[in-house]
């Protein structure tokens, strides 16, 4: 990857400048609440003395998902502007309307990663995201977005990139995540918005939603330090860490019917075509100590990506996320 050389000039962001060799904390006022009390989109430059990528991470974009601001926060207590080519911009929060309410959503019941590039005379939604692309992407050469499952669900930490898109490739690599899934962009998402301005974009997936993961937050820490050492950000070797598997294709496994699931398999388990992922019992109420169930296979062979850690369940529910794997 290309090595952008030389000293490093100011960063400008929010009206603010970021002088090479420091690091600021700005405020960027999005609305406030009803209350009248601003919410402000936070976003902490650690700018490097040397000319470099400017590299976006953040975390938040779901107000639920938590474990990505443990990861902010770890990268910003190690990487030191002294020793830094680029620019990291780091946003432990988008959403911080949904933080608030520890909910997924807007207060408008928005899904702000169905809301870019957004509009500032667009919705509540539309306005943050339009926020986040005018002050952070469009600044940016680089971004890593990072999220967690849905609600009782559970991811094994993977990234989901465009794996033909040669750049975002190198950058999917490095990371070193367990998995790493070529997935298409969903439209309205963060992803495909960097991605039409041509900037290579990563989404980390790891854990669950409202809760903390010690091992999700590790590998999502190693990963943006080792995607900065490709980049050519740090010089630190981050040790650890096996070359990710590469996925094409993966399957969610579904209830036939409604129960109470439980799981035979958990995260990172390797299972075979046909091979019982878990038993669907029927009778909660009536008859309970009936034997009246349902075994749960899997439909290809593979690793187990994602599982439902909620055992009611609903005929449609999506149970086990097998990824396929080729050896």
């Keep these: 990857m290309t090595r952008v050389r030389g000293p490093a000039v100011s960063f400008e962001i929010a009206g603010r400048k970021v002088r090479p060799g420091t690091r600021d904390r700005i405020k960027i006022p999005v609305a406030p609440l009803y209350t009248q009390a601003m919410v402000s989109l936070v976003a902490v430059i650690v700018h490097g003395k040397r000319r470099g990528p400017r590299l976006w991470v953040s975390a938040g974009i779901h107000g639920d998902e938590l474990i990505g601001l443990d990861i902010v926060r770890e990268v910003l207590q190690i990487v030191d502007p002294g020793n830094l ?4 911009v780091a946003v432990p929060v988008i959403n911080t309307f949904g933080l608030l309410q520890q909910s997924r959503y807007l207060p408008d019941r928005r899904d702000l990663n169905r809301s870019f590039p957004g509009s500032m005379k667009g919705s509540l939604a539309a306005r943050v995201a339009r926020l986040f692309m005018d002050q ?39 990371f070193r995540a367990p998995v790493m899934i070529h997935a298409t962009e969903r439209d309205g998402s963060l992803r495909q918005a960097a991605s039409e301005r041509r900037i290579p974009t990563l989404l980390y997936e790891a854990g669950e939603a409202l809760r903390f993961d010690r091992e999700a937050a590790r590998v999502g820490v190693a990963g943006v330090l080792r995607v900065m050492k490709a980049l050519g950000m740090w010089r630190q070797d981050v040790p650890g860490g096996r070359p990710s598997m590469e996925v094409r294709e993966t399957k969610w496994v579904r209830a036939p019917k409604s129960g109470y699931f439980i799981p035979d398999v958990d995260l990172g388990d390797r299972v075979r075509k046909g091979q019982r992922l878990g038993i669907l019992h029927m009778r909660i109420h009536r008859q309970f100590f009936a034997e009246t169930h349902e075994e749960i ?8 990506i994602g599982i439902s850690r909620n055992p009611l ?5 999506a149970l086990v996320h097998v990824a396929s794997i080729r050896s």
């Design 136 to 174: 952070v992407v469009d600044r940016c050469t680089h971004g890593i977005d990072l999220h967690t499952a849905a609600i009782h669900r559970d991811n094994l930490p993977q990234i989901r990139a465009n794996l033909d898109h040669p750049p975002t490739r190198v950058m999917a690599r490095a």
């Design 313 to 317: 369940t609903n005929v449609g529910d």
């Design 85 to 88: 080519a680029g620019t990291l």
């Design 297 to 304: 296979a899997a439909p290809i062979r593979g690793v187990v």
